[in-house]
């Protein structure tokens, strides 16, 4: 069985200070690795995807990967009230599979 | 990406009954996906629609249940039939080009049965 664990939170930071979410997966086949925001009654929004190890910066968010641990990470500097959010983790096994979605890491920050 | 929408955004059902949702895309796609996600919990697929050929169900879903069709490039319909209150849940469907890496969801149908 393909997992994709994520710490469901509560995670909760001051307003500014860097959110870091973490997510690991259990198939060492996984090729692509997505990290979704889903605001509370929404449909989850693209914000990342990252292939290969090392990090990813765009704009206030950095994703990083380190297949060799089964990990893959979002960082978002300088939060805002507007990050509140439940944040998903996916990840696809080959070129083939399907997308597995993690439980999801609710976030909120605190003005 | 492209403009997703669904129809409905939200029904309220009886049990027994089957309701069938739209998604319909502004732009030709390679691939439409539909999920549930039930309440407090995060996405499950449900199956991969194919233009033109049956839909691609994940273990633990039917055709019978879930019929779907896509008869073309941008359109396609999910229906839940003989609904019971446990498939109260929103359901999603997403899209992809190529192999279907990076997929966009529709704004969701939230499904109600009594």
């Known amino acids: 069985q393909k997992e994709v664990e994520q710490n469901s939170g509560p995670l909760s930071v001051p307003e500014g200070a860097i959110a870091s979410l973490n997510c690991t997966y259990s198939?060492?086949?996984?090729?692509?690795f997505f990290w979704y925001r889903q605001y509370s009654g929404k449909s989850p929004e693209l914000i990342m995807f990252i292939y290969s190890n090392g990090d990813k910066e765009d704009g206030s968010f950095t994703a990083q990967l380190n297949k060799a641990s089964q990990y893959v990470s979002l960082l978002i500097r300088d939060s805002q009230p507007s990050d509140s959010a439940t944040y998903l983790c996916a990840v696809k096994s080959g070129s083939q599979g399907n997308l597995i979605f993690g439980k999801g890491t609710k976030l909120s920050v605190k003005p | 990406s492209a403009v997703i929408s669904q129809k409905p955004s939200r029904d309220i059902c009886q049990r027994g009954t089957s309701l069938t949702i739209q998604c319909q895309v502004d732009?030709?796609?390679?691939?439409m996906f539909w999920y549930r996600q039930q309440p407090g919990q995060s996405l499950t697929l449900i199956a991969t629609?194919?233009?033109?050929?049956?839909?691609t169900y994940e273990s633990g879903f039917v055709i019978d249940k879930f019929p779907i069709s896509r008869p073309n490039l941008t359109f396609s319909t999910l229906t839940v039939s003989n609904m019971s209150p446990e498939d109260s849940s929103i359901y999603l469907c997403s899209v992809a080009w190529g192999g279907g890496d990076t997929q966009y969801f529709g704004p969701g149908t939230r499904l109600t049965v009594l």
């Open positions: 629609a194919n233009q033109g050929s049956e839909a």
């Open positions: 198939d060492r086949g996984s090729q692509s």
């Open positions: 732009s030709q796609v390679t691939m």
